[in-house]
């Protein structure tokens, strides 16, 4: 088992913890780099440089959306706290490497979560070892479980987006960690999805911020209260025009 | 290398039009056309086959991939004509040209991950962006952003579901692996059965079947008709190719077992006969052509319940037939809505007779979604149907055939109805020449006729609108004599 993995792995779900359960969207934003960033890093074996590259950009370009959705939303809450959230992660971190080290046990020939890699080898039922993609079936439980509640049960929100960054990160991990490594063309896609479900993400929560901000306003009678012209601000977000 | 080209000019003009779309909307469109043309002639250079290595991948063009990328790039290239012309944001062709950029690698490649994974990024737009321009546009709806959010889920989600499935059929310790996890043959019958069924829900959270079909509904009353076969046509067709060719490959013939050829039917017959009754039973024409889609997708489904070769080829038919043929359906609507302004079948009595021109394209469109014996979409519904039902396939495939005939003949008899007062008041749909020319303006005939051009194509606008739906009822027409191969 190498330090470093176990050290990446930390990181991804500390920060995916610290994304969903802090209530400053900076933090959250921060949060979510060190998490998507440290996946990343993730090497076993080590990626080309492109690879590493196309992964990182994408990891700061996706906390970077985010940023941009929380800078005028509504503030996140947890309903757990950090403490709770924490447990959670690693409780389904824990499971999802037994399960991983379990699989890897039984077919320990083949390249599956915890395999050698040899394919094709016959079924031996061998000592239980925690190797690289049992790491990493591991990471990917945990950001699902951290992502699962804000994307199902959240209100659309910045705490939406990150649900839905972590989960896709989640799913992501998951792949490698099952079936091995990517292509580079592989590494392009899941790096485009990563991006993909950001930005998507960000965008509803910008809009689900103009939209609650006009409501306010109308409640409020205020109709100049965009007066700065800033579409998506907290106290003076308007629903942009509607020019064809 | 043609492949790479036009992934890469569509993936790029596809972008930039979004991009630009809010402030430059014209240029915008105009990008988007000359993109589909230019993508149009490199589908029709492509040669049947050809491959080219891009990061340790091989990309495959088939004539599956050609006859998809011209029909789409096609179809393509008159509806973002349409969509200059009938006004409103462009929300169409950008996401449309994404679409099939992510559409022609994905088919083009022999990893199922990478299909599945750039499909699900590449769909998303089709989705936000006419579903975020539908909630500028109707501030009055408290329901179109949330309608948006969840379409955008449900298009990452079976695109995850789908990914989580492969890697399972990939991993050596996955029921495929070979590394006798599942040595006992009960249980790796069950494990091949449940990836078959995990992949149809991801086909069916993909499509908006029933009984995910909740959010499809809602979406396609808030956006243009021109944008929801970018959302559940195109798109759909090629996630569904690439869970099929997965299907077959990874999990086999044997995968579908008695519970499984069940569940499978079930999924799609439901919305078969409820798409079906639902647009049989809906005035407002963006249902119509909405849940026809879905009743389409229904069909396409039943191929999983074979995954025998002939089902898979029956499927690819049915697919590229369909979608054309609702592009075309979908251009109608629009242009409808354009120049008479309803959407409902009372508002819109008259409409073939005020514009012949419309009621012709119409009338091809009818043809196209029915389908005659020897025609590819006929005979691939009948192979997909009976293939699945056995006995009693017969009888169904003509229960089937029947329902665009009600629902698209419901449409055709408001059409030959009295004018009402909404079709009455709109353009007439027949050409005019006003003879007009700029005022103030004199100078020789050739150069007055220049001059009169745009006021002339100002004046026959509703004509004009109207071939182009002629010209996509002829593609729809093509591809549904030909199928994949048409």
């Known amino acids: 088992m190498n330090l470093a993995l176990v050290a990446i792995v930390l990181a991804i779900v500390a920060g995916a913890v610290v994304a969903v359960s802090t209530r400053e969207s900076a933090g959250a934003a921060i949060g979510l780099a060190v998490s998507l960033v440290a996946a990343a890093l993730f090497f076993d074996p080590l990626p080309s440089a492109a690879v590493l590259g196309v992964r990182i950009v994408a990891a700061l370009l996706a906390a970077a959306l985010v940023r941009w959705a929380g800078r005028h939303g509504t503030r996140q809450l947890s309903a757990l706290g950090w403490p709770g959230e924490a447990l959670l992660a690693t409780a389904a971190a824990v499971a999802g490497l037994g399960v991983a080290v379990g699989l890897a046990s039984i077919g320990i020939g083949g390249g599956g979560p915890g395999g050698s890699g040899d394919e094709g080898a016959p079924a031996i039922l061998q000592p239980a070892s925690i190797t690289a993609m049992a790491l990493l079936v591991g990471a990917g439980c945990g950001l699902l479980v951290l992502g699962a509640a804000p994307l199902v049960h959240g209100r659309q929100s910045v705490r939406r987006a990150i649900g839905l960054v972590l989960v896709t990160q989640a799913v992501l991990l998951i792949r490698v960690g099952l079936a091995g490594a990517a292509s580079d063309l592989e590494e392009v896609a899941r790096a485009a999805l990563l991006v993909t479900s950001a930005a998507s993400g960000a965008a509803l929560a910008r809009a689900a911020a103009a939209a609650a901000a006009a409501r306010r306003g109308d409640r409020d009678g205020d109709g100049d209260a965009d007066a700065d012209g800033d579409p998506i601000s907290t106290t003076t977000a308007r629903r942009p025009s509607t020019s064809a | ?486």
Do not use: C
């Open chain 2, 1 to 486: 290398m043609t492949l790479f080209l036009l992934t890469s000019v569509a993936l790029g003009a596809g972008i930039a039009t979004i991009l630009i779309g809010d402030v430059r909307r014209d240029l915008a469109l105009v990008i988007g056309f000359v993109a589909s043309v230019v993508v149009f002639a490199i589908a029709l250079a492509m040669p049947p086959e050809e491959s080219v290595v891009v990061g340790q991948v091989g990309l495959v063009g088939t004539p599956l991939v050609r006859a998809m990328t011209v029909a789409w790039s096609a179809s393509l290239a008159v509806v973002s004509l349409l969509e200059l012309e009938v006004g409103g944001r462009p929300t169409v062709t950008g996401p449309s040209l994404i679409g099939l950029a992510v559409g022609a690698l994905a088919l083009s490649t022999p990893d199922p991950a990478i299909a599945v994974t750039t499909l699900a990024a590449g769909a998303v737009a089709g989705v936000l962006v006419p579903g975020l321009y539908g909630w500028l546009d109707g501030p009055g709806s408290t329901t179109r952003l949330p309608t948006t959010s969840r379409g955008v889920l449900a298009i990452l989600g079976s695109g995850l579901v789908a990914i989580v499935a492969i890697a399972w059929g990939a991993s050596a310790a996955g029921p495929l692996g070979g590394t006798g996890l599942l040595q006992d043959g009960t249980d790796a019958r069950l494990a091949t059965g449940l990836a078959l069924v995990t992949i149809v829900v991801a086909v069916a959270l993909r499509t908006g079947m029933i009984p995910f079909h909740v959010w499809a509904a809602r979406f396609m009353e808030g956006v243009s008709p021109l944008a929801i076969p970018a959302a559940f046509t195109w798109g759909t067709a090629a996630f569904v190719l690439a869970a099929l060719d997965w299907s077959q490959v990874a999990l086999g013939p044997t995968a579908a077992g008695e519970v499984e050829r069940l569940l499978i039917i079930g999924l799609g017959l439901v919305s078969v006969v409820l798409g079906g009754l639902a647009a049989m039973l809906h005035d407002d024409i963006e249902h119509v052509l909405g849940y026809s889609i879905l009743a389409d997708a229904g069909v396409a489904v039943l191929a999983f319940a074979s995954l025998e070769p002939a089902a898979a080829a029956a499927a690819r038919d049915w697919l590229v037939a369909s979608a054309t043929v609702k592009t075309a359906l979908a251009g109608w609507a629009a242009v409808v809505r354009a120049i008479y302004g309803g959407h409902r079948l009372a508002e819109l009595g008259g409409w073939a007779r005020r514009s012949p021109v419309l009621g012709l394209a119409f009338t091809g469109i009818l043809v196209a979604a029915i389908g005659l014996p020897g025609m590819a979409l006929f005979d691939a519904r009948s192979t997909l149907i009976t293939g699945a039902t056995g006995g009693i396939g017969g009888l169904l495939t003509l229960a089937v055939a029947a329902m665009p005939a009600i629902y698209l003949g419901r449409i055709a008899l408001s059409g030959i109805a009295p004018i009402t007062a909404a079709v009455g008041t709109g353009p007439s749909g027949w050409p005019t020449w006003t003879g007009g020319r700029a005022a103030g303006w004199s100078g020789g005939p050739l150069v007055q006729a220049i001059r009169a051009v745009p006021t002339e194509l100002r004046a026959n606008r509703a004509p004009l609108m109207a071939v182009g739906v002629v010209a996509l009822a002829a593609m729809a027409l093509a591809t549904a004599m030909g199928g994949a191969g048409g």
